[in-house]
């Protein structure tokens, strides 16, 4: 089954945490990575337990698979190698505002993060349509 992690910036780093699971499944750390692999050790942890006690693992705890949703910070904390400048830039959208939005000190509204994300995704899809 594959459940959403959503994944923010939060006062201590990066959080991530089932949005749509009971039990919900978190984790935090100073990088996103961090973050995630707190939350796959406590995924594994959680079956563990469940194996130790004779129980049966929740139908909806079985197998799995992850899909994740980051936030514009954690975004750039996973791909570091982004210029957040020039891609904003190659948008239309303001450097300063985008750095901004890296740092994740300011809020970002519906429209600003649609189009970021399309933006992302035509990097995708340029990266898709060629061959070295």
Not at 6 to 25: H, R
Not at 66 to 76: L, N, P
Not at 114 to 119: D, L, T, Y
Request: cysteine-free; overall charge negative.
């Amino acid at each position: 089954m594959k459940t959403l992690v959503i994944i923010e910036k939060d006062q201590n780093g990066y959080g991530a945490f089932t949005e749509n699971l009971s039990p919900v499944l978190h984790g935090s750390g100073v990088t996103v990575e961090e973050a995630k692999s707190e939350l796959l050790e406590g995924y594994r942890d959680l079956l563990d337990y469940y194996r130790e006690n004779g129980e049966s693992v929740p139908e909806v705890l079985q197998d799995l698979t992850f899909e994740y949703k980051y936030d514009i910070s954690a975004m750039f904390n996973v791909f570091d190698f982004l210029n957040a400048s020039k891609f904003a830039e190659w948008i239309g959208v303001s450097p300063s505002l985008m750095r901004h939005y890296k740092s994740g000190d300011t809020y970002i509204s519906q429209k600003q993060a649609k189009k970021i994300e399309s933006g992302l995704h035509e990097i995708g899809r340029q990266f898709l349509s060629f061959t070295l």
